[in-house]
């Protein structure tokens, strides 16, 4: 058993348990660990080690680092306050509270540039990396679980290393990444992707075995996702979406197997994906961060030719049903970097559909994807931006309204702007589809309204949007009318105008 | 003459008169023309097409898309209201009058997507392309003149072809240009730019020669550019610039020869690459979208090793220097078309360090570019976004007021967002510099204020991020403030609280 999980024969002395390799974290140290949207996420050492500060009671702070949200584990260090910055992303609800009382501080980092960041210098060095893998090669290449994240870039740049095998990893894990590292500019050569399913690395992480200090023998398992089925709303959006492609079919702009496709986490999303399983779309692609159980629904109808990601991202049912038919699947599936899932240069090759949930969006097609009222954190700016960009058709999907209708998600102004209106093709809530491409600003602001606004706020908007034009302008605004639903939301809890019961709630 | 400028000799017999040229563009017609930033763009046509026009009043209106701005023919055409939609960039006075006043369809593009979004289908047909030349190859080739921008896909979208060839032009212009298209998906390959000097593609643009209809001689010129020389400002701005350079290369995070570097139009990029001339920086290379008379000077000190740009946009003396001394240049620099100059690809690959001016900034690192009062177009985004998002260094200067004091370009919250706080790495202004590289918003609101902001609107920035800050939040606002400056300016003429001498001004 240890012979197939540690096939070097030296690294075999150096298997230590959790809590002797948290001990080689330090205060003030940068610490950089495997995980991806709550998948193959590091996950005994850091556990241990907020089990010994919540017994010993010492002040100790570390730089956590890695692909993006870990399972638990990013709730249990919190709860022990043992995290001083935090990068590229996060999604945990009492992190996020620490984030927004300013103790934890958070960078938010569009997920392809992590990477770059730390090449570049000023985020300084990795002290330790904690990296959960499958298992360790012959000549100390690091085979990953169930995501690849950053973990290739961290194993890279880290001074020490320390690998959690898990156990609970099915060992046919190996073969299913595709490690790919840029090279330092000026050296560095064209990503060589032309096809969702080409494969241009190895199938672990190159790793100097002299940098593996400790080998962690771990049965933890991912926290599994818990993705929300299709209510009503959500099923209308993607039902919106799909009429969409068939629209674009028919015109001639997509072909019948559409083009690569990205989705965000999130039920539209996994919403969207589980339509194309009846549809009439086959042989289709996914060049995406995160693959979802739709993906795997995909699979099974027949409808998917092959699928790139950075992480499976799945639910327990589903996590079992993959793990015990790998074998059906690993030929038409690759987990990859999140530098190369989600590059600018591969998803602007391909032509990449990127499908997002916005939290906000407004008249003009500026989307809020991160932060309430323009100040509260939710997760982060994840992949979106990398793919918004870059992508042949940019999607944002949000309900109409949120808090039982107290919140417009249609605003005049978005109160954060992660992606700018020139990014934005689509938009689409449950009240219908505005496709924003070749649109001047004042005809954006018309279909957004027509098109995706809940009724109880339309007449507002086309007031204000009536009122802001009558001044002129490319992209008319009454500045100082601009955030006055927010403004209204923080005084009665209500972004409506004059709305006896939810003032009464208040 | 006309043998060396017409090589194909069947198209000889296509020689037309502007006038006669102009008989074939109809209302309604899209027309896509040669042009960047001034310079290279069709002339002759438009202009007695504007003259036609205005003569026989009749009622006239075209798509005009081009590759940035044109000179003088912009406001040209503007004045006989021939201009229906204009895409995907501007910086004419009039032009933009009409703009704001909703009589121009304007569609503000990244200048590196325009010929994505002309093959996706979208924008529709091109009826008539109309391509200043400076000559035409024996089998059709198209050999651009002081500018590519849009150039190749424009001939290859389009249905006919109009040449205008610019007899001022040196025939030496022969062999400046490397004329390269991305396939059409999903047959798309890297782009093979390793290095600034690659020469990829042809030095003419590819024509079928049953498309040109026609053959115009011109000698119409290139409207020069007028660069203010740099005031004390902006040589503290460039000065800052250099000092960080010099910062980096200490800290062994820029070589000594920097990285290849973009700058946008402007007095400072100007003077920042002017700045380079006296500094002990050489080998520099060179990755932007215009050429301005600095970058020559560069090259007549010896500091700069090859250039690529989109095109030359030079004053009136520096293009005479420039066309009678191009042996000494020629070999040093290369005119891409600006899918290529600003591919995002090719900007993250080479770790270009970009600097651009902003229009405004806000306390977070959010910067708009393109819209006063976030309502009124300026010129465009330009290539600004398809750079700051994928460059290795992204670099916004402004100086910190404008309109004698009474706005500060440094502000709460930006009034449109061009550049998201996700992209933008260091700030200037004349009062210092803001590096936010590995900052947290609440730490970038201290730097910007401290750094950046006039001394007038100091206390107001701080007071203003305290008391948002006491609420919590990971970007703390008071959004019933945020735009508060830019409402005390519409209604009193001045940002700042209680100034009498400008209040009197009112």
Known sequence: ?????????????????????????????????????????????LQALAKRVRQSGEQLKINLYSGASLGETDAILNAQHVVSCRLPYQSDPLLRKSI???????????????AEFLRSGYLGDVDLAIIEATAITDDGGIIPTTSVGNSPVFV????????????????????????????????????PITHVADRIGTTYIPCDPEKIVGIVLSTCSDTPSNIVPADRDTQRMADFILDFFHHEVRYG???????????????????????LATSSFGNLEIYTEVMQDAVFELFDSGKVAFAS???????????????????????????????ISNHPEVVRRLGVIAMNTALELDIYGNVNSTHV??????????GSGDFARNAGLTI??????????????????????????????????ERGIADLRGLTPRERAKTVIENLAHPSYKDELLSYVKRATSSGGHTPHILDEAFAWHTRFKETGDMREAEPIAKAII
């Open 100 to 114: 927004n009382q300013g103790e934890v501080q958070y960078m938010d980092q569009h997920l392809s540039q992590t």
């Open 373 to 382: 009222s323009g100040t509260y954190m939710m997760n982060g700016i994840g």
């Open 396 to 429: 944002f999907v949000t309900k109409s309204t949120a808090k039982d209708g107290r919140i417009s998600s249609v605003v005049p102004f978005v109160s954060h702007v992660d992606h700018t209106e020139h990014d934005v093709d689509v938009l689409v809530t």
């Open 253 to 275: 702009r997509l072909p019948r197997n559409l083009a690569p496709l990205q989705s965000g986490v999130g039920s539209v999303s996994n919403a969207v994906l589980s339509g």
């Open 1 to 45: 058993m240890l012979e197939q999980r540690i096939r070097h024969t030296d690294l075999r002395a150096r298997v230590v348990t959790a809590e002797e390799a948290q001990e080689w974290i330090h205060d003030g140290m940068t610490v950089a660990v495997s995980g991806f949207t709550k998948s193959g996420d590091a996950k005994a050492v």
């Open 309 to 339: 990601a950075s992480s499976f991202t799945l639910s327990k049912d589903m996590t079992q049903h993959v793990n015990s038919s790998l074998s059906r699947y690993r030929d038409q599936l690759v987990l990859r970097p999140q530098e």
């Open 156 to 191: 890279h740049q880290a001074k020490r290393v320390i690998v959690e095998i898990n156990l609970n990893t099915p060992i046919e894990f190996e073969g299913l990444h595709d490690i790919y590292l840029p090279a330092e500019r000026p050296n560095r050569m064209p990503i």
